[in-house]
């Protein structure tokens, strides 16, 4: 029987080639991205993950900091012409989503509950990727395609400085967005029973 959430998490590819071409608008992107993390779960409710969304100017302005950061860290050529033709990519995208999560919350969460405090950090991370994830199926949803990237935490200070982030405002993951003007590569599996164990 089918299952319409599979289906719709089929539909979530890591899309490299991202355009600009699409007819939603920003403010529509924005509620879809912004109703996908409102939707995450997140342990002890503690809804820790926190969200900036880049269009336009802003969006290019980040692509710019991580083009900027890795020049002078990418020595050889050949190795940075590739750096610079991936960063071009997600630049030609229509914007990007800046995962991140509040240590400040973590934190009150560790003095709250001390029998858990080493926890909390590792439960930060799962709301992080459940929300990541979320937005990510939401897009493809609308037909929008995304690759989720880690160029944290090389570019924390400039991001945190040029986007005015509060301080406990920790970078987790930078993910482009745009139209899908080329396929994603094939996805492979590996056997299920190396994978899942059923116990009855």
Same mark, same amino acid.
């Given at each position: 029987?089918?299952?319409?959430?599979?289906?719709?998490? %089929? &539909?979530?590819?890591?899309?490299?080639?991202?355009?600009?071409?699409?007819? %939603?608008?920003?403010?529509?992107?924005?509620?879809?991205?912004?109703?996908?993390?409102?939707?995450?779960?997140?342990?002890?409710?503690?809804?820790?993950?926190?969200?900036?969304?880049?269009?336009?100017?802003?969006? &290019? %302005?980040?692509?710019?900091?991580?083009?900027?950061?890795?020049?002078?860290?990418?020595?050889?050529?050949?190795?940075?012409?590739?750096?610079?033709? &991936?960063?071009?990519?997600?630049?030609?995208?229509?914007?990007?989503?800046?995962?991140?999560?509040? %240590?400040?919350?973590? &934190?009150?969460?560790?003095?709250?509950?001390?029998?858990?405090?080493?926890?909390?950090?590792?439960?930060?991370?799962?709301?992080?990727?459940?929300?990541?994830?979320?937005?990510?199926?939401?897009?493809?949803?609308?037909?929008?395609?995304?690759?989720?990237?880690?160029?944290?935490?090389?570019?924390?200070?400039?991001?945190?400085?040029?986007?005015?982030?509060?301080?406990?405002?920790?970078?987790?993951?930078?993910?482009?967005?745009?139209?899908?003007?080329?396929?994603?590569?094939?996805?492979?599996?590996?056997?299920?029973?190396?994978?899942?164990?059923?116990?009855?």
């Amino acid at each position: 029987m089918p299952n319409p959430y599979i289906e719709a998490i %089929q &539909k979530r590819r890591t899309i490299y080639s991202l355009g600009r071409n699409l007819s %939603q608008t920003e403010d529509h992107l924005a509620e879809v991205i912004k109703s996908a993390v409102r939707e995450s779960p997140s342990a002890f409710n503690s809804q820790s993950t926190r969200v900036a969304i880049l269009f336009d100017n802003a969006h &290019k %302005q980040l692509w710019t900091i991580v083009n900027d950061e890795l020049r002078g860290r990418v020595k050889d050529e050949t190795a940075w012409r590739n750096t610079e033709t &991936k960063i071009a990519a997600f630049n030609a995208a229509l914007g990007t989503v800046l995962f991140f999560e509040d %240590q400040d919350v973590v &934190k009150a969460l560790q003095e709250k509950f001390p029998s858990y405090a080493d926890k909390f950090p590792t439960w930060s991370e799962h709301a992080h990727g459940i929300a990541a994830h979320n937005v990510w199926a939401a897009l493809a949803q609308e037909g929008i395609g995304a690759s989720l990237q880690h160029y944290n935490p090389i570019i924390d200070e400039d991001v945190a400085r040029t986007f005015n982030i509060p301080p406990s405002w920790s970078l987790r993951a930078e993910m482009p967005f745009g139209s899908i003007e080329g396929p994603a590569s094939d996805k492979t599996y590996m056997p299920d029973e190396d994978r899942f164990r059923i116990f009855k």
